[in-house]
């Protein structure tokens, strides 16, 4: 089986990496990191334990701290790798080649060994400089896909907006999925 990592990073919407994570998981081995921010936004946003929540979903967890990590290494063979939601720090750092925690430093050996990286920065608006992170990164072949609503998905509540977004990430990492409504199924 294919091996995935997911870095959660502390920006808004922790909740879609907990969604793609119980989506994604059917289709690769995974390893989840978690940033300390990440566990005080879900607090706030969602009021529960984050590291509670992702126990139950039965994969590896680690947090940041762990920059010894097996996953941190290009010999551990990841074949994908996404950051959902991506701060715009950890997007700076990562744009940066800044390694000084787990999610950057897996996300700088993805880009060593050319391996898929997406990343799904929340933020609006975007600054200048994260737009030149992201334009930056586009250009190394990097996956910027920031959770956007698509109207023709016809999306009546938080839950279907949220499928359709975690849908187009599957796509674009060439997993099946029938999270929404597709255009030509109009």
Same mark, same amino acid.
């Given at each position: 089986m294919k091996k995935l990592i997911l870095g959660i990073s502390g920006a808004s919407g922790v909740r879609l990496g907990v969604r793609f994570l119980q989506e994604v998981k059917k289709h690769f081995e995974?390893?989840?990191?978690?940033?300390?921010?990440?566990?005080i936004v879900a607090q706030?946003?969602?009021?529960k334990d984050l590291?509670?929540?992702?126990?139950?979903?039965?994969?590896? #967890?680690?947090?940041?701290?762990e920059i010894d990590a097996g996953i941190a290494s290009g010999?551990?063979?990841?074949? @994908?790798? +996404?950051?959902?939601?991506?701060s715009m720090n950890m997007l700076a750092k990562i744009s940066c080649g800044i390694s000084d925690e787990l999610i950057s430093r897996c996300a700088s050996v993805m880009l060593k060994?050319?391996?898929?990286l997406l990343l799904a920065p929340r933020e609006m608006p975007?600054?200048? #400089?994260?737009?030149e992170n992201m334009s930056k990164l586009a250009g190394l072949g990097?996956?910027?896909?920031?959770? @956007?609503? +698509?109207?023709?998905?016809?999306?009546?509540?938080?839950?279907?907006m949220e499928n359709f977004i975690i849908g187009k990430w599957l796509d674009v990492l060439g997993v099946p999925n029938s999270?929404?409504?597709?255009?030509?199924?109009?």
């Open positions: 995974c390893f989840v990191v978690v940033s300390h921010s990440a566990c706030k946003e969602e009021g590291m509670d929540v992702l126990f139950q979903e039965n994969v590896k #967890i680690y947090n940041e701290q010999s551990f063979g990841a074949d @994908v790798m +996404a950051v959902i939601p991506t060994e050319r391996k898929t975007f600054s200048s #400089i994260a737009l990097v996956i910027i896909a920031p959770p @956007v609503l +698509a109207y023709y998905a016809q999306s009546q509540d938080l839950q279907s999270l929404y409504l597709r255009w030509s199924d109009r």
